[in-house]
């Protein structure tokens, strides 16, 4: 019997049939790329690693802007547990805004609950415009706010005018959507509609680039903006890791939107297509020859010959930096397996940089995907919206006239899109070895028992997972916060990551976690003779 | 770092920032991992349980299990009975507890799901069991939540007509498996027979053995629950997480019980003695050795905490005792306070601050952190004791900081070893001393460097 039914054959009927569609082995893409179910609800009680909407919105889009106050509406909670605990860094501009290190809140009451809370929070901004001097306040509401109906949008028109900042809330109560997803699009539908575009200043030069899902973990934005900047590119905003209103409001601007993490911002990539005529490029900083051919694709994006010599030239350079470490480490991984089970598109980019340490892939999947996260945008048209989805607002946008620009001709789009991808995102089945699972919502049962089954020698996951694993004996990373390490992106990540991974495999407490006395004790001498092995 | 903080303190009504406390769920949770194969399960949308089981494993790096009930806005609208329901069947199904404990969220409060009728209507398998508690995020904070967890166990399952077992029930407060583990030790050699309820020893503080066990040893039992009806009496150590619980074990069940402060420091670890003993009962020789030791060490270093000044933040029952044990130690708090909302931890931490004649303490419930960062500001102390949020102001102020309380999020160890008891408060007098004296080693100059101190 295969795994997947070993696995599938303990559930109860209804869970067999709601489970079985998201479960697949990989038996090669050449005559097409399996259909996986992703991106519908959990069952309830199945131990899911899933967050909700508001932990998609606040917890990883809006969050790590750092130079806006973003006052959670709800009970203390949901705030609380996203001060400090993303590791999406960020450093105070030469205006000294940092707000990542405050956690705000309205910390609802009771009465609030029952009388409203509004109120509360309208007092809530005028607190901290009074003590904070924001120029931008984001609202993030939770569950009760929207079951209340505290209109959070009217109290932030209101404090516009009276305070003279952007004010902007985001209706991401945590029960709509079926995952963190919801959320993203939610955000990005927020920044869409209030800070991009907002600013014309244009770029240093015209190779200029937003990063678009790279939220600066473990200082993974940092790594790619040098990596960029060295070959001659403007960053013009990264969003969000390091983000800043005053970045985001001018990122239109530029030549080329970067799309790192697919799942979170891709709304954000083709609306800026829509209305100001800004071509994406989906790319991949993580693994090493991911890195080199995104900054290859992106150079002949732009066409120059210059810019291509000098991409080959910090290419080279880098590479040489780093060569001798990788060696090293990839020496000591060689033939290793690995499972990855992360949110967004980390558990595609990893693979690419576990191949350059010589470890393979038996099992990967995606917490919050939809279907083109797994299958590539091919199927956009063939997924169907359901009841789930159609609570999520879909932002029509229009071409703005004045300010759409192309920069490719008709011809050389055409071109770009058969040679580099450019607006495509293939997905990550087809980049998955033949006969490794693709697993989405991995669940604590599945976890178990994939572990079990298949072995990894490393489980990339999450906190939630790590010591279930650990406990079990396989060393389990978490790709979410990197363990407090990184940077994980680029070159210099790579080498990061493999120590990191060598750290965790060779850590000497693995060979002693049974004792002495409980393993085979060696037989006597006496008992020995006669025994044929030198 | 917190650079934006001003100096100046203005009123605030609706605005927390850095807050000192969090939602009540988390609370039950942690309090229903304490009991035997049980799983925990939160009423509301997934958000919620996937933050609290990342939040306790980030404090005691450990698996912390829990379900939920996935709220979508269809639930949201129409009562979250029939996820309940699922959820119920699928996790007996699949991960086979004995027991579930429901708490609810602000979500399924908000919409008034009657979880009374969910469970009492639901047909579950002879030897399984699900109990709920109320659990609204928007009361209180997760002390409220971890009581109130208690005493939906205690509602559900404390048999009234239990036979008389003459065992003492102690309920050890929201503290870590290490000080749990100390308590018991101490009930131990005081030779009492006893029921600890919750004990999360042995289940958050899991051996590693290369084999996971969703259901590892410790926890208290499901039977052991009911036979605290039949217990001959409750501690209940500290008066926010635990009065509440045991003043519901006496409504139901007629036990009398004594709520007595966490043991933390001398005098409280001596309260819990002489009421674990009793009026006739004796005290062993090595609990009289241990506090010796303790007093031995508290005079030893007595130079280097003399009048030193610090703030207290965390938990209204482990702000108390810590505020007692660092006063016994000759140090004086300025700045207590605690992130959970109620008058009555300000009159007690009043009660404590006024046996050593301090009267010039800040003391605030209901308060954030970021409110004492600005009273530090204005008036600095020598050092910060509380949780791991403090770190952010110990780093802008440069102020030495010990970590003890809930969250501990950034350290490794801590929730194995006690601060309860006279061992916990050995191991406490040596951090505070440890940071204190680090600090003056680092600060002094050269000539004043003391190779003996």
Not at chain 1, 460 to 486: A, E
Not at chain 2, 138 to 166: E, P
Not at chain 2, 236 to 256: I, M, Q, W, Y
Request: proline share 5%; charged share 25%; net charge negative.
């Amino acid at each position: 019997m295969d795994v997947k039914s070993e696995i599938l054959g303990r559930y109860n009927a209804k869970v067999f049939k709601n489970r079985k569609d998201h479960i697949l082995r990989v038996t090669g893409t050449e005559g097409g790329v399996p259909e996986i179910a992703a991106n519908t609800r959990a069952m309830p009680g199945i131990m899911t690693n899933r967050g909700c909407c508001y932990a998609g919105c606040k917890g990883v889009v809006v969050g790590p802007i750092r130079d806006a106050v973003t006052i959670t509406h709800g009970p203390i909670g949901c705030g609380f547990y996203t001060w400090g605990t993303r590791r999406n860094k960020a450093r105070a501009g030469e205006d000294g805004k940092n707000f990542i290190q405050y956690c705000f809140s309205t910390d609802m009451q009771e009465s609030d609950i029952v009388f409203g809370g509004d109120k509360k929070l309208r007092q809530a901004i005028k607190e901290a415009v009074e003590i904070f001097h924001p120029q931008t306040v984001f609202i993030c509401s939770t569950c009760p706010v929207g079951l209340i109906g505290d209109d959070i949008h009217a109290v932030a028109a209101e404090a516009e005018k009276l305070y003279g900042i952007t004010c902007t809330a985001f209706s991401c109560e945590g029960y709509k959507g079926v995952s963190q997803s919801g959320g993203h699009h939610i955000a990005n539908n927020g920044l869409m509609k209030r800070l991009i575009g907002s600013n014309d200043t244009p770029p240093e030069t015209k190779y200029s680039v937003n990063l678009l899902g790279e939220y600066n973990i473990g200082g993974d934005g940092w790594e790619v903006e040098r990596i960029l900047r060295r070959i001659g590119y403007d960053v013009v905003s990264v969003f969000t890791g390091d983000g800043s209103v005053e970045r985001i409001s001018r990122s239109h601007m530029v030549n080329l939107n970067l799309v790192q993490c697919h799942r979170s911002i891709n709304y954000v990539a083709e609306m800026m297509k829509t209305v100001y005529g800004v071509d994406w490029l989906k790319v991949n900083f993580i693994g090493l020859d991911a890195v080199c051919d995104s900054l290859r694709n992106i150079a002949e994006f732009f066409g120059d010959e210059d810019l291509k010599r000098r991409t080959e030239e910090v290419v080279a350079e880098e590479m040489a930096g780093i060569a001798e470490d990788m060696a090293f480490f990839k020496n000591k991984l060689e033939g290793r397996t690995a499972a990855l089970f992360v949110g967004g598109s980390r558990s595609h980019h990893y693979q690419a940089l576990l191949k350059n340490l010589g470890v393979s892939t038996v099992l990967a999947g995606y917490e919050f995907a939809h279907r083109d996260d797994y299958e590539g945008r091919d199927i956009i048209p063939e997924i169907k919206e359901d009841a789930d989805s159609k609570n999520i607002e879909q932002l029509e946008v229009e071409r703005d006239p004045k300010r759409y620009r192309a920069f490719l001709s008709p011809e050389r789009y055409e071109e770009l899109k058969a040679s580099i991808g450019l607006e495509n995102y293939r997905g990550m089945i087809r980049d998955m070895p033949d006969g490794s699972y693709v697993v989405d919502d991995l669940n604590h049962f599945e976890t178990e028992q994939f572990s079990k089954l298949l072995r990894p020698d490393i489980f990339f996951s999450g906190i939630k997972d790590k010591y279930v694993l650990q406990k079990g004996g396989t060393l389990s990373r978490q790709l979410h916060s990197y363990d407090y390490s990184g940077p994980y992106a680029g070159f210099k990540g790579a080498v990061v990551f493999g120590r990191d991974l060598v750290m965790g495999l060779y850590a000497p407490a693995w060979n002693m976690v049974t004792p002495p006395w409980k393993k085979e004790r060696p037989e006597k001498d006496s008992e020995k003779e006669g025994s044929s092995h030198a | 770092m917190l650079d934006l903080t001003p100096k100046t303190v203005t009123e605030r009504g609706a605005l927390r920032v850095n807050p000192c406390k969090t939602c009540q769920p988390v609370g039950a949770l942690y309090a229903a991992l304490g009991v035997h194969k049980c799983m925990p399960h939160s009423h509301g949308s997934q958000g919620c349980v996937s933050y609290h089981r990342t939040f306790l494993t980030r404090h005691f790096k450990e698996p912390a299990i829990a379900a939920s009930s996935s709220f979508t806005e269809g639930a949201s609208v129409f009562g979250g009975g029939p996820n309940l329901r699922t959820a119920v069947k699928n996790i007996f199904d699949i991960y086979n507890p004995d027991i579930i404990a429901v708490h609810t969220t602000c979500l399924s409060e908000t919409i008034g799901d009657d979880l009374n009728s969910y469970i009492l209507e639901m047909s579950l398998p002879d030897d399984k069991t699900v109990v709920h508690s109320n659990t609204p995020s928007y009361v209180g904070s997760h002390i409220t939540g971890y009581a109130n967890m208690l005493s939906g166990f205690i509602r559900y399952l404390a048999d009234a007509h239990a036979a008389g077992n003459g065992k003492t029930a102690v309920f050890p407060g929201f503290v870590n498996p290490g000080d749990i583990r100390e308590i018991k030790r101490m009930l131990e050699l005081l030779g009492l027979s006893f029921i600890v309820f919750p004990d999360q020893s042995g289940v958050m503080d899991a051996p590693m053995t290369n084999t996971y066990q969703m259901y590892p040893e410790g926890g208290t039992t499901i039977d052991e629950i009911r036979a605290l009806g039949g217990c001959a009496r409750v501690l209940s150590l500290g008066r926010f997480s635990c009065e509440a619980p045991a003043d519901a074990l006496e409504k139901k069940c007629g036990v009398p019980y004594v709520s007595l402060p966490l043991p933390i420091g001398v005098a409280a670890t001596d309260e819990f003695v002489m009421a674990a003993a009793g009026p006739d009962g004796s005290v062993p020789g090595e609990l009289d050795d241990e506090r010796g030791r303790l007093l031995d060490l508290m005079l030893d270093a007595n130079p280097y905490f003399y009048n030193k000044t610090l703030a207290v933040f965390g938990d209204p029952d482990t702000v108390l005792g810590l505020t007692a044990f660092t006063l016994e130690l000759g140090m004086k708090p300025k700045y207590v306070i605690t992130g959970t909302p109620g008058d009555a931890f300000v009159r007690q931490a009043r009660a404590v601050l006024d046996r050593f004649g301090i009267v010039d303490a800040k003391v605030k419930a209901a308060a954030d952190l970021f409110e004492l960062h600005q009273w530090i500001k204005n008036e600095p102390v020598d050092l910060l004791l509380g949780t791991s949020y403090g770190k952010q102001i110990a780093k802008a102020e440069d102020i030495p900081m010990v970590r003890a309380g809930f969250p501990v999020l950034d350290r490794y160890g801590h929730s194995y070893m006690p601060i309860v008891g006279y061992q916990g408060a050995m191991r406490l007098a040596e951090l505070v001393a440890n940071a204190l004296m680090d600090r003056q080693d680092r600060d002094c100059a050269d000539e004043d460097m003391d190779v003996v101190m």
